[in-house]
């Protein structure tokens, strides 16, 4: 049975005869066990199973602990505990009741939001704009979970001052939205909870008990459910010490007051760690003690496996950092797929992720987006592929795209009339086009064509383009006689042309990627990029987003060209960066997490990168409502992760960005840094 596999601490908390209680379980001291142990010790006091309530952050979660009650009791009464997520579980006894609910996703809403909200008119107050339609809408769901009462007028106020005259126009929208989502029957996921607190002072759901994991993450919303259904016992289990979600309107002082709101509570603390090796906890216990101590606890270590002490690695440049961890992952004995690298910025993936696709290693990639999926690498890498493969219709279509006015569907029309041209050959058709042929051809259209497309009905005028500077060859090529091309789009494409011919005559991929960096087309696409990537919520281009977005851009780039310097084959760097990526899968590989993401896993080999000041503590994130306690709570998070092997990196010097970095303050309280620079030996690379 479940509760004997209990030790001496969590037999004690599962089995409490207390009405309230709250178990502190720190990373890797077996609190799904207690849980489940918790759920057993009901059962065999002859709960009803239907009486039971467990409410977790994910509905795996949930699952996975409801197939450990059921290995033990049966399907039968296992599949009778009401469980889930908040949300999940609000809809299921919402259906129960028979209630009809019309849940919509939040993109579904915001279409219908967007519409009330474009028949507002805001007048424009200062230097202030008012909130764009998505923002205001997720605005309003944070105020929703967060809130303690006040309306959203007031909240708003509150949160940004500058916005008071525009807060009444807010409130009235969103009055406004609610009455028509009760005409229709929709509610989002919001809808869900604040309808079920509704329904408790309703009907009383008889539940015994409310079982609660990762009780740090609640946030008022959700306190305010756990106070409605009015259960006799409530059991909590969580750890103050890895909240993490104040971004997301969690609110830490649910769990810190948890003694304060329920006098007659007990508490209860789990000490014995199961996961991690002595070294990699005292360090990561060294760092959290200097937050302020909610509930005192002190972990030990059960494990006897062999101890990896865990390691600082340093490196003069940032690039240095990546290419070495890439490098060591590569010689480790761990199997790829028990090797994490955590990060607290998504960008300090792009360097790992390149540099494990150049030496052939998978990886799996979860918070935030593939450095191979970012428009700016992808727009480089096609260029590189027609160098290899002219032909290659999608690589052409990909690039030609960005061309102001010309899309996909005239970016194919194109690459027909060079193959045309060019008698099966794009380059030649491009550079050399065959006079005699006729690139377009005009259909007559029909009924079932219209609104499909304009067909080439007329031929296309190449007047229009005498005075762009082309020079004559480019200019007489009949390609520009598409209907659809404006000045614009025959500029883009007389760049690609250019950029084309100066690219034939070179070889070393290094070289070739420096120059697309460097030529107009390039440029002007980052531009566009940038311009869309720092447009603001009135429509405005906010110039520090786009430089900053144009800088990103730059860097990215830079990325793949230091890769390529190990390469001396243009088609052996495509094959390594292109063909190796299609080789991968979902489930395989080195794991490359956010801290956020690696919430709940554990890996055997673990490293933390960019534990620069300013990086990890995120300084600009602390500036805009973050603590440095929140921080210190993602680096304990990110440390006890690991189960055997640890490494914490950092860079003194960025030469892309040409920036000085010292060493994060986590480093200095971990005892791995002293106060002034370290005297250990840095990694070589």
């Known amino acids: 049975m479940p509760l004997k596999n209990l030790n001496q601490e969590q037999y004690n908390s599962a089995t409490s005869k207390s009405n309230k209680n709250l178990t502190i379980a720190s990373a890797g001291t077996g609190k799904t066990s207690t849980i489940v142990g918790r759920i057993a010790y009901l059962l065999q006091n002859n709960i009803e199973p239907n009486k039971i309530l467990l409410l977790t952050f994910t509905n795996k979660a949930a699952s996975e602990m409801i197939n450990r009650v059921a290995n033990f009791f049966g399907d039968a009464i296992a599949s009778q505990i009401v469980s889930g997520t908040f949300h999940s579980v609000s809809y299921k006894l919402m259906k129960s009741l028979g209630m009809q609910v019309a849940l919509k996703r939040p993109n579904e809403l915001k279409t219908l939001f967007k519409s009330l909200y474009e028949k507002r008119i805001f007048s424009h107050n200062g230097e202030t704009t008012p909130y764009d339609s998505n923002y205001l809408y997720d605005l309003y769901s944070l105020f929703l979970n967060s809130s303690n009462g006040e309306d959203f007028e007031t909240w708003i106020c509150d949160k940004n001052i500058s916005h008071k005259s525009y807060a009444i126009i807010y409130q009235d929208l969103f009055d406004e939205f609610e009455v028509l989502k009760k005409e229709h029957g929709y509610v989002n996921f919001d809808d869900l909870l604040l309808n079920m607190l509704r329904l408790q002072g309703e009907h009383n759901f008889g539940f015994y008990e409310i079982l609660v994991d990762e009780y740090q993450d609640t946030n008022p919303l959700q306190g305010k459910l756990l106070d409605g259904f009015n259960s006799t016992n409530l059991f909590c289990v969580g750890d103050y010490d890895q909240s993490i979600y104040a971004f997301n309107g969690s609110d830490i002082g649910i769990i810190s007051s948890f003694s304060t709101r329920y006098p007659q509570s007990e508490i209860f603390t789990l000490t014995k760690n199961y996961r991690s090796t002595k070294p990699i906890l005292e360090l990561a216990t060294k760092v959290i003690n200097h937050n302020v101590r909610i509930y005192e606890k002190k972990l030990e270590v059960v494990r006897e496996n062999p101890i990896h002490h865990p390691m600082l690695l340093q490196f003069d440049e940032l690039y240095g950092q990546y290419e070495y961890i890439s490098s060591n992952i590569q010689k480790s004995k761990t199997i790829h797929s028990d090797i994490a690298v955590i990060y607290r910025n998504n960008s300090s993936a792009d360097g790992i992720e390149a540099n494990l696709r150049d030496l052939g290693i998978k990886s799996k990639r979860k918070g935030g987006h593939s450095f191979f999926d970012s428009r700016e690498i992808k727009f480089v890498l096609d260029i590189l592929i027609l160098l290899v493969n002219q032909n290659d219709m999608m690589a052409f279509i990909h690039v030609i795209e960005y061309g102001k006015n010309i899309g996909s569907r005239v970016a194919k029309d ?19 086009p065959n006079g005699e042929k006729t690139p377009y051809k005009s259909t007559k259209t029909t009924n079932i064509q219209l609104g499909l497309f304009d067909d080439f009905i007329e031929m296309g005028s190449l007047s229009k383009f005498k005075n762009s500077g082309f020079n004559e060859n480019f200019l007489g090529n009949p390609l520009l006689k598409h209907p659809k091309l404006t000045t614009e789009g025959g500029e883009f494409l007389y760049q690609f042309y250019t950029l084309f011919r100066e690219l034939k005559r070179m070889s070393n991929p290094a070289n070739l990627i420096d120059h697309i960096k460097k030529s107009k087309l390039f440029i002007g696409m980052i531009d566009n990029l940038a311009t869309q990537r720092a447009k603001q919520k009135d429509g405005t281009i906010n110039d520090g987003l786009k430089t900053t977005a144009i800088f990103k851009a730059n860097r990215k ?79 304990y998070v990110a440390v006890t992760r690991a189960k055997d092997i640890l490494y914490l990196s950092y860079a003194k010097y960025d030469k892309i960005k040409k920036q000085d970095f010292i060493h994060s303050p986590f480093l200095v309280e971990s005892g791995l840094v002293k106060t002034e620079e370290s005297k250990a030996d840095r990694a070589t690379e």
């Not at 009339?417 to 008698?423: E, F, K, Q, R, T």
């Not at 080195?590 to 956020?596: A, C, G, P, Q």
């Open 557 to 635: 780039v830079e990325t793949l060209k230091q890769l390529s310097h190990k390469h001396t084959s243009i088609k052996n760097f495509i094959n390594a960066m292109v063909l190796g990526g299609g080789e991968l899968s979902e489930g395989e590989g080195v794991n490359l997490l956010s801290i956020h993401a690696s919430k709940g896993l554990e890996f055997k080999e673990v490293y933390v990168i960019d534990l620069m000041d300013g990086r990890f503590p995120n300084r600009t994130l602390m500036s805009k409502g973050g603590s440095l306690e929140e921080e210190r709570r993602l680096f």
């Open 414 to 432: 194109i690459f027909d009339a060079l193959l045309i041209l060019g008698d099966g050959d794009l380059y030649r058709g491009l550079i050399s």
